[in-house]
């Protein structure tokens, strides 16, 4: 069974940077689109960047013009690379993968086990 391993979070100062990548582990079948979330304490989850399997992005407006989503299909990758970051940003990042258990199971949305990033002012 195909599972999501995160790795890339830290701490960072303000105006710093940091790459979170997401790898699939295991198997999962007709990948399509590959995001990621965050969740800050008492907030909800909410979207930060997705990327279709054509390669169109969208980003939260919070985010846009500073993060940058992409992946690498051969390794069934996804990045995040955090530019320009804020206290804001400061949040468990998880990344999210559309796919299939198996070749013939319904399209299902895998999670990673989040990453921290701590944003310092």
């Known amino acids: 069974q195909g599972q999501l391993v995160e790795s890339g979070g830290g701490l960072v100062q303000a105006g710093g940077s940091l790459t979170l990548s997401c790898t699939v582990s295991g198997s999962i079948f007709r990948i399509t689109t590959m995001g990621w979330y965050r969740q800050a304490p008492g907030k909800q989850r909410e979207l930060v960047a997705r990327?279709?399997?054509?390669?169109?992005?969208n980003y939260a407006d919070s985010v846009k013009g500073r993060f940058t989503i992409s992946r690498d299909n051969a390794k069934n990758t996804v990045y995040l690379q955090m530019n320009s970051l804020k206290p804001e940003d400061s949040a468990v990042y998880y990344c999210s993968i559309q796919g299939k258990r198996t070749i013939v199971a319904p399209t299902t949305l895998f999670w990673g086990q989040g990453t921290q990033v701590t944003v310092t002012s």
């Open positions: 990327i279709t399997s054509g390669g169109d992005t």
